[in-house]
């Protein structure tokens, strides 16, 4: 199956316009896990969705504190080397062994950034990564264009390929910009956050830095099969059943706005989540969508979002649909023909 590719920013990787999201497959027992996942079942998703045409895959270490590394590592060296996706991972966060439920720290540091570039590149047994970077802003006061030249120094030994950022701010993209160049910024991007279109969108644009959001599904508030019976019966270890987007007022207001989906998706012969996941695509700047799934079959979910087309009309009404439903903030339509 051959998906469409957009180019990563000025000087980046073609990528497909969907990447596979491992944050769920790191599992459970930790402070921002998804609940307990068979690594097997794991192994097969990352199969599956390469089998479908996706040639990326976005891990880090702190998922599952290394253990989605180590299983995208061994679903990636189990391929045939020509048929291998790239493999784009983060760092930045540091975790308690001891206390594995404890929250993590960012950390920046250029001591701590070579470590776990080094730690990453053994779990994932690969020779670089394609992809580093930053997770999250640091927290113990190192300057970033510290950090940032860390990361150039790392690219310029090939143990990285490009470098880009997460969840960073425009003052921080500034910044780190004087350094090096900022190939690529993964910000969260869905029909119920909204605010990087208006925000860092036009950032990027500007300087030619890739965009590939993360969770265009809000974490699978925006699938077919949500409901707040499933938010309730949620384990105590999946960090949803703490975020607000889950709780009320809001789990109505977007669980409201999924519902109002379902009849534009059935007019279109596509799911829920394959509309929402088109939605982030269809705006100006953005690269590719990181999908998250824990099984194959919620991969064949949302890989239709690679091929549909979505009118004048859908994305008119869609912005209805957000208006009507009050969820989320930001705006609600991008312009079509970008």
Known sequence: MTLATRKLGRDGLEITTLGLGTWAIGGGGWAFGWGPQDDARSVATVRHAVELGV?????????????????????????????????????????????????????????????????????????????????????????????????????????????????????????????????????????????????????????????????????????????????????DDDWRARDDEFREPNLSRNLTLRDLLRPIAERLGATVETVAVRWVLEWEGVTGAIVGARSPEQVDGWIGAASLDLSEKDLDDIATAIVASQAGRGRERPRLGH
């Open 55 to 235: 040639n990326w895959i976005d891990t880090a270490a702190i998922y599952g504190h290394g253990q989605s590394e180590e299983v995208v590592g061994k679903a990636v060296r189990a391929l045939p080397e020509s048929e291998r996706p790239y493999v784009f991972t983060k760092c930045g966060l540091t975790w308690d062994e001891s206390d594995p439920m404890k929250d993590a720290e960012g950390d920046l540091s250029p001591a701590s950034i070579r470590r776990e570039c080094e730690a990453s590149l053994r779990r994932l047994g690969l020779e670089h990564i394609d992809l580093y970077q930053f997770h999250w802003p640091d927290e113990g006061g190192v300057p970033v264009e510290e950090s940032w030249a860390a990361m150039a120094a790392l690219a310029d030994e090939g143990k990285v390929r490009w470098c880009g950022v997460s969840n960073f701010s425009i003052e921080l993209l500034d910044s780190c910009e004087a350094v090096r160049h900022v190939d690529s910024l993964q910000p969260p991007f869905s029909l119920i956050e909204r605010e990087t279109a208006s925000r860092e969108l036009p950032w990027c644009r500007q300087h030619e830095t890739g965009v590939i959001v993360y969770s265009p599904m809000q974490s699978g508030l925006l699938t077919g099969s949500f409901s707040k019976d499933r938010v309730a019966a949620l384990p």
